[in-house]
């Protein structure tokens, strides 16, 4: 019982407080408006264009923080209020899916290594709760706990390369916003804060699936 509420109930609260808190936190600063009245669309261009890109689509998206950059598509997707806003937190948001782009033109290594990791990554994902079912539901089989042992240290593996590339991506974002003028430096306090509060959601996305993984090698030995 200790083992579970360690690897698993605990880092279930922590993924629950980063998603509060980053909602809470976007909520704030989507109401606060820059002085510059750039929109996030404007913004994300502008920061790509500083770095010498000029081939990348951007587009509006459906959904609240649903904003991703597509390497394969050269595609940048901002949500609504992100698109057409000109808050501190869709600036932010739009320079750090800027800063996406810019990594992958310049071959950024944690990039390009998860980008190699998706498709197994998606693999495991889907085979992942018919091998929980399975393996400690079911029928206790070792093959199928062993499988999902697996399937946890790949999602663990690439949970773990998702970190330097988000926050690379947020410090590009905040030096691009403040060193073209988009935003005064007493601005960047917002940016600063809606970027870090969306940063705990990966760590709280990792520390999860670590926990799952050292929880099957250790702790049902309890």
Not at 165 to 187: C, N, P, T, Y
Request: aromatic share 10%.
């Amino acid at each position: 019982m200790s083992s579970i509420i360690f690897f698993i109930i605990i880092p279930i609260i922590v993924g629950l407080w980063a998603q509060m808190k980053v909602k809470s936190t976007y909520g704030n600063y989507v109401l606060v408006p820059s002085r510059g009245r750039i929109t996030g669309r404007e913004a994300a261009q502008a920061v790509m264009e500083s770095a010498g890109i000029y081939d990348v689509e951007i587009v509006e998206c459906h959904g609240t923080l649903t904003d991703h950059y597509d390497p394969n598509k050269k595609r940048l997707a901002l949500s609504q209020d992100n698109f057409q806003g000109s808050s501190l937190a869709a600036l932010g948001v739009a320079a750090h899916e800027a800063g996406h782009a810019i990594q992958h033109k310049q071959a950024y290594a944690p990039l390009n290594l998860r980008m190699a990791l998706v498709p197994i990554t998606s693999i495991a994902s889907q085979a992942l709760p018919f091998v929980m079912l399975g393996g400690f539901m079911l029928f206790h089989s070792p093959m199928l706990i062993n499988l999902g042992i697996a399937i946890y240290l790949i999602l663990t593996v690439f949970q773990l390369v998702t970190l330097p590339v988000e926050f690379d991506a947020s410090k590009r974002a905040k030096a691009q916003l403040v060193g073209l003028g988009i935003i005064d430096q007493d601005e960047l306090v917002g940016v600063n804060k809606t970027l870090d509060a969306a940063a705990y959601t990966y760590v709280a996305a990792f520390v999860s699936s670590l926990g799952w993984l050292l929880y099957m090698l250790l702790g049902n030995r309890d």
